[in-house]
């Protein structure tokens, strides 16, 4: 009965759609760019962020809701708000690309106080004109193959990932005639060969820069010069095709050839936006949205002369480091520099990393000492996404052809790199690694290493991949312990991988789709008992996502009863804060700066006995339900004031920090009569402090020894 009851004090409307919440999220990244307090040419990054995400979400998230709207046309008996949600979300995509493109041209104009030029095919001087023929026929010429598309009878085979430039050819001589003459062709900017953006020979001091796009345009009569034509007109088109994988499930098939098969499928997948530039002649569009089987339902954007702008994050060195953000070297870690073994390190106390504050190559050195280790019998990991040059990969297969025995769990499912982690799992089984693909039904998620040794095994657990790339871009943390139980227990994570017909005891790792949403639960279920007791009752989160409805109703429940929680959220978040007698206990604000949040981190207040935890899973279906994922409790009480310390400063942010309460206004949090506080800047001047007192203490320490011995 209790529990009906506070069922109904839940209102229906209470929550966000996850799909228009993501909006709300990109549309942080939007004001970044717009924000003058960065450095310009980083704010030309945040549009390239927030065109690539954009993009992805197009491919599988709209066109997840264009099926589900498919399926209700054809089943009547099945409804959902699709059709609704869909509509909310064309409508603020056509809102925010508004603002993008005026973003964008107020920051051409911003470049141009700082000497900084965009020029077109049409405002080259004649030492430029000549940089650019000779620039074609070195260079871009061989990159470039146009399709006469008037000529063909099927649509060609175009990659939805690059941007194209439709060309209406016409020959103006044959037009007085009144023979009109005129084809159309498409040609794909080779950007995967070549920079988006061409650096001109400096003039005056001042920095030239054209857009590919430009150049091809003024090469057309080059390009083209066979056919005898004399007018040409060119046009930016970008499409997005829906980027679901069609599997066959022949039982036959392994894992791995179904999804090598999938990734094929994607290339033929049906497009479901449509960008162009919206000066183009109606002839020239109307030919190519048959071309490309461009239907009424899909998004048509009429934009301006560019698109596909997830390009500037290639954007050339021009030199200008004061239009950058300054450097941040990542701050050492006195402990690793200080040990001669990185596994005895571990042994003797739990360390951490907290990238990119710290630098990833201290487990790249942790895995190199493993790898060539006499101590050493076996490494096991788990592997979502990879560097393009892993030396994490180099590493294993170092310890492989040492002796080690070596496992791999490789998730072939890691959307859009599936290509990259089939290679490396190819090339792990070439040099004897034993490679698992992840168990059917299930992604690998959980960020997971276990090093078996004679003296004492160890383990990490983190909260991002094993990716040294990301790990300058993501703040994450690995935890790396010699805690026998949670050692244990992460070895029991690779059995139950390898065994999932089992079931799995896990004594300290919190474990989805095993026992994990039941645990979070009891968790604030706990918190919820202790308020009602008058006990100390708080949940501070720090978390990518927050869509689950489950916790989402428990949270809603647990500030009914008092419970204060604070909430740092990246991404989607389908919470409302702030409602009277519902959600006014809750706090959620989400933070984009020059680092990815993406660390997952828990904290409840227990009554007073603080617990902690990090992992690799959000608070969403498809975390708690369809994946494997990990939380690890923590204990080292460096690490726990450190966990802390992160929520702490978020929550004070009042420069990066924007109110995530439902309602996409993203307003900055306003701390009356407080200091600029921007939490990742105070962090890293923190560890760099934390670091530099305990380089200071140990000269001084060695002076003295020395003093002593004389």
């Known amino acids: 009965m ?3 009851s506070q069922k109904r004090t839940i209102p229906k409307k209470t929550t966000v759609n996850r799909d228009i919440s993501w909006m709300y999220f990109n549309r942080r990244i939007l004001d970044e760019a717009a924000d003058v307090s960065i450095p310009l040419l980083e704010r030309l990054n945040f549009l390239a962020i927030y065109s690539s995400n954009l993009d992805e979400f197009f491919q599988v998230r709209i066109a997840t809701l264009r099926r589900m709207i ?25 809102q925010y690309s508004a603002d993008f493109e005026s ?4 920051l051409i104009a911003e470049l141009e106080k700082e000497n900084i030029f965009f020029v077109d095919e049409k405002q080259l001087n004649p030492e430029q004109t000549q940089f650019i023929e000779s620039y074609y026929k070195e260079v871009l010429m061989n990159s470039l193959f146009p399709i006469l598309v008037s000529r063909t009878k099927e649509e060609p085979e175009l990659n939805d990932k690059s941007v194209f430039l439709a060309v209406k050819i016409t020959n103006q001589k044959a037009e007085k005639t009144k023979v009109v003459k005129k084809e159309f062709a498409i040609i794909e900017i080779p950007t995967s060969e070549l920079n988006r953006f061409l650096v001109l020979p400096k003039e005056d001091g001042k920095t030239s820069i054209m857009f590919l796009d430009d150049v091809i345009r ?17 046009y930016n088109i970008k499409f997005t095709r829906d980027a679901e994988m069609d599997f066959d499930n022949s039982a036959y098939q392994s894992i791995l050839e179904k999804v090598s098969k999938g990734i094929k499928s994607r290339k033929s997948g049906v497009p479901i936006r449509f960008v162009y530039d919206r000066e183009i002649p109606k002839d020239l569009l109307k030919f190519v949205e048959k071309l490309l089987k461009i239907e009424k339902e899909d998004a048509h954007i009429g934009g301006s002369r560019y698109h596909n702008l997830k390009d500037f994050m290639s954007f050339p060195n021009i030199n200008r480091p004061d239009l950058k953000f300054a450097p941040q070297p990542p701050i050492p870690l006195m402990e690793f520099e200080n040990a001669v073994s990185a596994i005895s390190l571990i042994r003797s106390k739990d360390q951490y990393s907290h990238y990119p504050y710290h630098s990833f190559d201290n487990f790249i050195r942790l895995l190199r000492e493993a790898a ?54 190819k090339k792990m089984q070439d040099a004897g690694i034993k490679v698992i693909f992840g168990v059917d039904g299930l992604k690998v998620h959980s960020k997971l290493a276990h090093i078996s040794a004679r003296n004492g095994n160890i383990a990490c657990i983190g909260t991002g991949n094993f990716h040294e790339g990301t790990a300058t871009i993501y703040t994450d943390f690995t935890l790396m312990t010699a805690k026998k139980t949670i050692v244990d227990d992460v070895e029991n994570v690779f059995h139950y991988i390898e065994h999932p017909y089992l079931n799995p005891l896990f004594k300290e790792l919190v474990v989805s789709p095993v026992y994990m949403r039941k645990k979070i639960i009891a968790l604030i279920k706990k918190e919820i008992e202790n308020a009602k007791k008058g006990l100390p009752a708080y949940i501070l989160c720090k978390i990518n996502h927050i869509v689950d409805g489950k916790i989402i109703d428990k949270l809603y429940e647990a500030s009914q009863a008092g419970v204060e929680i604070k909430l740092l959220v990246r991404g989607n978040c389908s919470l409302v804060t702030g409602v009277p007698k519902l959600s ?32 690799s899973a959000d608070w969403m279906v498809r975390n708690l339900d369809n994946r494997i994922e990990v939380y690890t409790p923590i204990y080292d009480s460096d690490l726990k004031q450190q966990l802390k310390k992160v929520i702490e400063y978020g929550l004070r942010d009042n420069l990066k920090a924007r109110i995530v309460d439902g309602s996409g206004k993203n307003e900055i949090q306003n701390i009356p009569d407080g200091e600029l506080f921007i939490s990742q800047s105070e962090l890293y001047k923190s560890y760099k402090e934390q670091y530099e007192k305990k380089n200071s203490e140990k000269k001084h320490n060695h002076k003295s020894t020395k003093i002593k011995s004389l």
């Open 70 to 94: 498919e399926i209700e046309d054809s089943v009547r008996t099945v409804k959902s708000d699709a059709k609704a949600v869909l509509k909310t979300i064309l409508k603020l995509n056509e």
């Open 103 to 106: 973003t964008f041209y107020s």
């Open 584 to 615: 006014e206990n809750i706090q959620a604000y989400g933070i984009v700066d020059r680092y990815l949040e993406h660390a997952r981190i828990m904290i409840f207040a227990n009554g007073g006995d603080e617990k902690y935890y990090i992992g």
């Open 372 to 425: 060539i280790s006499p101590d050493v019998k076996a490494i096991k990991m788990s592997i979502y996404r990879l560097a393009k040059n892993s030396k994490v990969i180099k590493a294993l297969i170092c310890a492989a052809m040492n002796g080690k025995k070596v496992t791999a769990v490789v998730e072939l499912l890691a959307r859009f790199d599936e290509s990259s982690n089939i290679n490396w799992a």
């Open 218 to 234: 003024f090469c057309l009569p080059s390009i083209f010069a066979s056919l005898n034509f004399d007018s040409y007109e060119a």
């Open 2 to 4: 209790v529990k009906n």
